[in-house]
């Protein structure tokens, strides 16, 4: 118990420190082109947290990491061909490789602190971990790349990931490509007031059935019974392996 309330001060002290460190790092160098400072930042800040990723043995880590176990997946297709009316072919595939770079850069933050979740103690550990860290450390990886980094789904666990009237669209639309058995890409869409979505669907992986997947089969039902408690209007389980979940939602403010 004492050491359950520990690690719970200690996940928020990290998360909180990270916070300010993503913060302070940015206001300092305020001027700097934004990509050298993204690449900058993350580094800063993993340099920072080094000797507190390093007390889990890289053997327990290794294998969750290349399960690709984590709240969220990275997507790995490539960029869509259509044309954006209001975008030149050149912004077009500007913002897709910002958005590529953004949404696997969250989702290594998020699998190595998951992983390390599990590492210390299981999933519902790492239950906890997505409730308290994972959508503040969004929230702050939002911040060091100036744009609006959002998980968004049809049926979601935190009420706060609710989609926008354009998300349901895209998520309605990558539904039906999926269910036409087509490959899901990336997207980059103009929005009002200038500003830029960037979209990119994610798919259900092996270990995301532990906590997406049937109740009773691949979530365990007392595992299921702390979603409940963390998350009561949870619609997100049910999932099978390579279903679309939900999708990355990213928005710009065109410079
Ligand atoms: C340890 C349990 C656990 C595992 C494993 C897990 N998730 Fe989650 N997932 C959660 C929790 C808890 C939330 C709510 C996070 C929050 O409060 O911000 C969540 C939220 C999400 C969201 C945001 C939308 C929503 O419903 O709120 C997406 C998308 C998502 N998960 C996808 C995945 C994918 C894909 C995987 C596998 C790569 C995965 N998750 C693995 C527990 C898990």
Known sequence: MILEILNDAFQH??????QAVFHN????????????????????????????TMKIPAALLIPLLFAGFACES???????QST??????????????????ITQATFAEL????????????????????????YPLVDSLSQVHDAIIRRTSQKIRNPKDAPTE???VMLQTY??????????????????????????????QPLCLNCHGKVGKDVKQEHYDLIKQLYPEDEATGYELGELRGMWSITFTKL
């Open 84 to 101: 954006t009316e209001q975008l030149t072919e050149a912004e077009r595939s500007e913002y897709i490789d910002k958005g590529k770079q």
């Open 175 to 204: 539904h039906e490509r999926a269910g036409a058995g087509e490959e899901l890409k990336p997207h980059v869409k103009q929005l009002e007031e200038g500003r830029i979505a960037f979209y990119a669907p994610i798919k259900i």
């Open 74 to 80: 990275a997507p790995k297709e490539e960029a869509e």
């Open 25 to 52: 790092h940015r206001l300092a160098h305020g001027k700097q082109k934004k990509d050298d400072l993204v690449k900058e930042s993350l580094t800063f800040v993993d340099s920072l947290l080094k000797p507190f």
């Open 111 to 134: 699998s190595g602190q998951l992983s390390e979740a599990i590492a210390e103690g299981g999933v519902p550990n790492a239950l906890k971990y997505c409730n308290v860290v994972a």
């Open 13 to 18: 002290g990290l998360l909180y420190s990270r």
């Open 166 to 168: 354009a998300e349901k």
